[in-house]
T-cell receptor, first 109, second 114 residues
Framework: AQRVTQPEKLLSVFKGAPVELKCNYS??????LFWYVQYSRQRLQLLLR??SRESIKGFTADLNKGETSFHLKKPFAQEEDSAMYYC???????????FGPGTSLSVIP | DAGVTQSPTHLIKTRGQHVTLRCSPI?????VSWYQQVLGQGPQFIFQ???????GRGNFPDRFSARQFPNYSSELNVNALLLGDSALYLC?????????????FGPGTRLTVT
């Protein structure tokens, strides 16, 4: 069965420090992977997807098929990065999107 | 465009009752998906409708049903409510059926079952 795990419920880092939000998945094929973000009092929104291979707001995510991971990284955390982050997976472009439990990131000034 | 809108914002129901939640997609979007988000968990997929047809269904009992109207708005119906149905129900719209199209989420409807 497809599953997404995010081992950290809470993550606190200091402003300017590097941040890494971990995501592991279980799926035998080649899934589509996403990171979603929800800022305080805002709606859930797409941050990035692995097929785009782009950097959004300084964040990047690399798909590691060997380790079945899709960790989200940013070299220098900013206070405005504080939010809830969800990793998500879809088996194919037309399959349902499965979300992980989320990691709450807090950037300390 | 106000984005995806959902109504009502909050709802309190009693066990055994039924509930109807409504979603209006962004203008031009033809796909609507519904998610249930229980406190402390990520959203869980319930349904996707595209061009008024069900295109995907998550692991939810038959008490959950939905439909999409000619104007692409959608309703989620839940019958015989259980305490465990208490959750935030999210609607998301996108231009097409594929996940290649970005999903835009609504603010959600908070359902409390007592």
């Amino acid at each position: 069965a497809q599953r997404v795990t995010q081992p950290e419920k809470l993550l606190s880092v200091f402003k300017g420090a590097p941040v890494e939000l971990k995501c592991n998945y279980s799926y035998s094929g080649s899934p589509e992977l996403f990171w979603y973000v929800q800022y305080s009092r805002q709606r859930l929104q797409l941050l990035l997807r692995h097929i785009s291979r782009e950097s959004i707001k300084g964040f990047t995510a690399d798909l590691n098929k060997g380790e079945t991971s899709f960790h989200l990284k940013k070299p220098f955390a900013q206070e405005e990065d504080s939010a809830m982050y969800y990793c998500a997976l879809s088996a194919t472009s037309y399959d349902k999107v499965i979300f992980g439990p989320g990691t709450s990131l807090s950037v300390i000034p | 465009d106000a984005g995806v809108t959902q109504s009502p914002t909050h709802l309190i129901k009693t066990r055994g009752q039924h509930v109807t939640l409504r979603c209006s997609p962004i203008s031009g979007h033809k796909s609507v998906s519904w998610y249930q988000q229980v406190l402390g968990q990520g959203p869980q997929f319930i349904f996707q409708y595209y061009e008024k047809e069900e295109r995907g269904r998550g692991n939810f009992p038959d008490r959950f049903s939905a439909r999409q109207f000619p104007n692409y708005s959608s309703e989620l119906n839940v019958n015989a409510l259980l305490l465990g149905d208490s959750a935030l129900y999210l609607c998301a719209s996108s231009w097409g059926q594929s996940n290649s199209y970005e999903q835009y989420f609504g603010p959600g409807t908070r359902l409390t079952v007592t």
